[in-house]
């Protein structure tokens, strides 16, 4: 069974620093770009950051560069998102995603079931 698993979310206030988790089994791992992306009620779901399967490329949403970064460890089929100086504007469901694109959730074929982060002050 394919799967995707997050943790890491939860309460966090203004400033501080999350790191999320994504574990993957059920399927090889190795060949996927892993995407992250964020949605909240009543909007589409974004796309916040990607790595290739090899890991020597990221990519980031603009409101999200240079505070957040994505990691992947392919021996253990992981994914992470560390997430530093959050704002109450980073307040979604995060989900994990894998597939052989970047950017857009057409390109993803797997996807996590979200995992809540909450931004307060």
């Known amino acids: 069974q394919l799967r995707l698993v997050e943790s890491g979310g939860g309460l966090v206030q203004i400033g501080g620093s999350l790191r999320l988790s994504c574990a993957a089994s059920?399927?090889?791992?190795?060949?996927?770009?892993m995407g992250w992306f964020r949605q909240v009620p009543g909007k589409e779901r974004e796309f916040v950051a990607a790595?290739?399967?090899?890991?020597?490329?990221?990519y980031y949403a603009d409101s999200v560069k240079g505070r957040f970064t994505i990691s992947r460890d392919n021996a253990k089929k992981m994914v992470y998102l560390q997430m530093n100086s959050l704002k109450p504007g980073d307040t979604a469901v995060y989900y994990c995603?894998?597939?052989?694109?970047?950017?857009?959730?057409?390109?993803?074929?797997?996807w996590g079931q979200g995992t809540q982060v909450t931004v307060s002050s």
């Open positions: 790595i290739t399967w090899s890991g020597d490329n990221t």
């Open positions: 995603a894998a597939g052989p694109g970047y950017y857009r959730t057409d390109d993803y074929n797997y």
């Open positions: 059920g399927f090889s791992f190795r060949p996927y770009a």
